[in-house]
C-alpha cells in the first residue's frame, strides 16, 4: 500500500505526507517464542526490508540467521516469492502443504537458486488437521483446511484440492496461548470456525470490505469471491463473526482499495465498533 501501479483515492491518500492511508508493506507475520528463534508466516516480496525494520530478525554472527522456519499458507505470490530473495546461500526450513510445496517447486526454473546445495531448502509438509512441532521450538503448527484456491499461475494447470489454502494454528506449548493465522480465506468453514473461535489471538483476511469492491471502484471485473476472499462487511460479511469471538483479532492482507485503510471513514468506524483491528507494519504483540 500503497499499489506501484494504483492511483485509487486510497493509493493516492498513502501517497500525500500526512494523508489519511498510512502505507503499509506487504502482509506477513513473525512468531517467536523466546525471541530468538522466529518463524514467518508466509514470505512476502518485501520482506528482505520486513527483516530490516525488526532487529529481532537481524543476523547474530557473519552468517546467520534468526528465521527457523518459514510456513507457507497458499501458493500465490505475495505469499511465497520473497523465498526467492533469500537466496543467499543460507539453510531454509520451508513449512507448506505437499501442494503449496509442488506448486512453487515443479517446473519453476527459479527455485534452482535454491536448490544449489544439499540443505538449502528443507520441506515440512503440513499435513491438515495434523499438529507439529515448529524447529525445536515450544511451538506448533496445525494447518487448518479452509476455503481458497489454486493461485493464478496454477488456474487451469493442475486441479484444485483441499490442501491448495491453509489457514494456520500456532500454540505455544509452554502457556497453552495459541494465535490463528488465516491470511486468504474464501468463506467460513467448520474447521475454520472452530481454530478462529479458540485462538487468543486472531489474524484474519481483510482483503474487501464489500464483493465488488474492485468493480465499483473501476479496477476490476471479478468480485471478492471470485478471487477466493470472504469481504468484510455487509450481513454475510467476516465482520459479524469475527465481532463476537473472544480473542484479540486483527484484519491483516488488506487490498490498497480497502476503505477500511482510511482512518476517517466509516468501514474503520464498523470494524473498530466490533473490536476488531487493523493491522500495520511493525504492530507487535505479546501472549
Ligand atoms: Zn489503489
Ligand atoms: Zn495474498
Redesign the pocket.
Known sequence: ???WN???????E?RRAGGSVVPRTQESVAVSADGAAWFLLNVSPEVRAQIESFPSLWPRDRRHSPLAGLLLTNGDLDHCLGLLSLRESYPLAVYATESVRSGFTSENVLYRTLDRFAGQVTWRTLALGQEQQLGDSPLTVTAVGTPGKLPLHLEGRRAPGPDDNVGLLIRDNRTGKSLAYFSGVAGPSTEQVQAVSAADLVFFDGTFWSSDELIA?G?GTRRAEEMAHWPVGGADGSLPFLSRLRGRRVLIHI???NPILRADSAERRAVEAGGVEIAADGLELTL
Open positions: 500500500m500503497p499499489q494504483c492511483g485509487c483515492e486510497n493509493c493516492r498513502a471502484a479496477l487490498n490498497n482499495t
